[in-house]
């Protein structure tokens, strides 16, 4: 590779942008970009990021490839491109790819004369990728646990129960329903492994805590679990998925020579496996056994470092392989109704003005009133719909309406408080705060409170591809540095401490647990399916 700098480029293929952050060796941030779906694609007429039909909810492929066009273009304009040593990054979980084997062909014979998105626009079987936020796949999830005795027994084997969004009941769908763009799918890959594949110029494996995001793979092996893979797609989908999981801190290739001759990436530039994007922020945040970071994205997700004993699965949290420890765990909660279902609130109640939300939430107090704000189907728990409870009673809206406010965010974090301390023995001893919410103070603040513990934030927004750089690093050292003796050798900036709690609130919280979880209860049964 030329003399010079080196750079590390992490990727982060979300729900809403596709983002990278380039870092250089003393891993500082040197540039970052974004690509947004809605306002840089608006041909494809996403709303943030997704297409939703009821339950279905899936985002068009070829837009993430039109982003990668996009990005790539962006990137070239800067004098770094040439000397980044490797690349890796993340994907949202769980969304899948279905390529065709025209598109693998296309894949493998990249020219540089045209855009990747000329080149693999007939490249899949179907032209929208289930993602995430999809909740149309319950049966498919209850056939698998029956399959092998349960929800906690396919919690014990893969790291969770059935969940609607996971990959291997999203195939299952397919296989069941649209048997005929199944059986034209050459490979499956992740959102993730997608993104792996497109630089490489071939299939890409996913790595071990994508696996876990399938419902298809053992948790402890970190192996494709044969009966899983026939239930949900038959006999083709081992060859489907191609390769087996692989761990990080490897290379898989070096990066394909059409991005070589188009952009001017260094040929020896290596490609490492790309993770998840909440598996990535815990790496950015070089987790350690007591932290607790509480990320408020799109989705607010949960994530604890877990040492091999500390962990147990359950029904309610995943167990995920860790991304740089593979005998250790990433203990993981995710909501789906995060950000998305604040602002709906803010619209509602506070004029669209973050000001005032904030004004609400330091002003009103919520003592008597309890909310539950499920806009979209909830994962924890399972329920839908807006549910207001004053004084123990069900009401349809608060005798005074802009307590809301205060009752939605109080409502997520208490969940959050009593989901954490179901999943681990482990005492957290402080939160590291993440995502778009994080930057409110406000909400930070009631955080805190809820928890009882301090809150400090990470410089820098995009911790999942801040942590695909550092993967990229990683992937560079061939296994001969582990990861904490890679991020020692650095001088990191340490986080930085945004609140401490008010024990009395923290105690006044504490006392309302129980009819937290009694009124969910009520909520959760009068579901109907
Ligand atoms: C995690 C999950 C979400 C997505 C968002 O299981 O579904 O956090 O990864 O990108």
């Given at each position: 590779m030329t003399t010079g700098t080196a750079y590390y480029l992490g990727l982060d293929l979300s729900t809403q942008q596709l983002k990278c952050t380039v870092m250089n060796d003393a891993h500082a941030i040197v540039l970052e970009e974004a690509v947004n779906f809605d306002r840089d694609l608006p041909e494809f007429g996403t709303k943030h990021g997704a297409i939703q039909n009821g339950d279905v909810v899936t985002s068009p492929t070829i837009m993430w490839v039109k982003a990668m066009d996009i990005l790539f273009e962006r990137l070239k304009k800067s004098s770094v491109i040439g000397n980044i040593q490797g690349i890796s990054g993340a994907g949202q979980q769980h969304g899948s790819v279905y390529w065709s084997e025209r598109g693998m062909k296309a894949l493998h014979q990249l020219d540089a004369s045209k855009t990747l998105a000329e080149q693999l626009s007939d490249g899949f079987a179907i032209d929208q990728s289930p993602i995430?936020?999809?909740?149309?796949?319950?049966?498919?999830?209850?056939?698998?646990?029956?399959?092998?005795?349960?929800?906690?027994?396919?919690?014990?084997?893969?790291?969770?129960?059935?969940?609607?969004?996971?990959?291997?009941?999203?195939?299952?769908?397919?296989?069941?329903?649209?048997?005929?763009?199944?059986?034209?799918?050459?490979?499956?890959?992740?959102?993730?492994?997608?993104?792996?594949?497109?630089?490489?110029?071939?299939?890409?494996?996913?790595?071990?805590?994508?696996?876990?995001?399938?419902?298809?793979?053992?948790?402890?092996?970190?192996?494709?679990?044969?009966?899983?893979?026939?239930?949900?797609?038959?006999?083709?989908?081992?060859?489907?998925?191609?390769?087996?999981?692989?761990?990080?801190?490897?290379?898989?290739?070096?990066?394909?020579?059409?991005?070589?001759?188009?952009?001017?990436?260094?040929?020896?530039?290596?490609?490492?496996?790309?993770?998840?994007?909440?598996?990535?922020?815990?790496?950015?945040?070089?987790?350690?056994?007591?932290?607790?970071?509480?990320?408020?994205?799109?989705?607010?997700?949960?994530?604890?470092?877990?040492?091999?004993?500390?962990?147990?699965?359950?029904?309610?949290?995943?167990?995920?392989?860790?991304?740089?420890?593979?005998?250790?765990?990433?203990?993981?909660?995710?909501?789906?109704?995060?950000?998305?279902?604040?602002?709906?609130?803010?619209?509602?109640?506070?004029?669209?003005?973050?000001?005032?939300?904030?004004?609400?939430?330091?002003?009103?107090?919520?003592?008597?009133?309890?909310?539950?704000?499920?806009?979209?189907?909830?994962?924890?728990?399972?329920?839908?719909?807006?549910?207001?409870?004053?004084?123990?009673?069900?009401?349809?809206?608060?005798?005074?309406?802009?307590?809301?406010?205060?009752?939605?965010?109080?409502?997520?974090?208490?969940?959050?408080?009593?989901?954490?301390q179901r999943m681990t023995t482990v005492e957290s001893k402080r939160i590291l705060a993440t995502g778009g919410a994080a930057a409110n103070h406000e909400i930070l603040k009631i955080l805190s409170n809820v928890f009882g513990l301090p809150v400090y934030k990470q410089k820098g927004m995009n911790s999942a591809s801040l942590g695909g750089s550092l993967l990229a690093k990683y992937g560079t050292l061939h296994g001969k540095t582990a990861f904490q003796d890679m991020m020692k050798q650095q001088q990191a900036d340490e986080p930085e401490l945004v609140c401490e709690p008010d024990l009395e609130s923290t105690q006044q919280y504490a006392a309302r647990l129980d009819e937290f979880n009694r009124l969910e209860k009520q909520v959760v049964d009068q579901q109907v399916s």
């Open positions: 995430w936020q999809d909740a149309s796949t319950t049966q498919e999830c209850r056939s698998l646990e029956n399959l092998v005795g349960g929800p906690q027994a396919l919690a014990d084997l893969t790291g969770s129960k059935g969940y609607e969004r996971f990959t291997g009941n999203q195939i299952a769908k397919m296989y069941n329903t649209r048997r005929d763009a199944y059986d034209e799918t050459k490979h499956i890959s992740l959102v993730s492994s997608f993104i792996a594949s497109v630089l490489l110029g071939r299939l890409a494996p996913v790595d071990s805590p994508e696996g876990s995001g399938t419902n298809l793979m053992n948790i402890q092996t970190h192996k494709w679990e044969d009966k899983l893979l026939k239930h949900c797609g038959g006999d083709s989908l081992h060859d489907k998925l191609g390769l087996e999981p692989v761990e990080g801190g490897v290379e898989l290739g070096k990066i394909h020579p059409f991005f070589v001759e188009r952009y001017g990436f260094h040929p020896e530039c290596g490609i490492m496996p790309f993770t998840g994007d909440n598996s990535a922020t815990l790496v950015s945040m070089n987790l350690k056994e007591g932290d607790c970071v509480v990320s408020l994205g799109t989705s607010d997700t949960v994530l604890v470092y877990l040492k091999q004993g500390a962990a147990k699965a359950t029904t309610e949290a995943h167990l995920m392989a860790h991304p740089t420890d593979p005998t250790g765990f990433m203990g993981m909660l995710c909501y789906k109704n995060g950000s998305l279902t604040r602002q709906h609130i803010r619209d509602q109640y506070a004029h669209g003005d973050w000001d005032e939300f904030n004004k609400l939430l330091q002003e009103k107090s919520a003592k008597d009133c309890m909310g539950f704000y499920y806009s979209m189907q909830e994962i924890i728990p399972f329920a839908k719909g807006i549910y207001r409870f004053q004084k123990g009673q069900p009401v349809e809206e608060f005798a005074d309406p802009s307590i809301n406010v205060r009752a939605i965010v109080e409502s997520q974090f208490l969940s959050m408080r009593i989901r954490l």
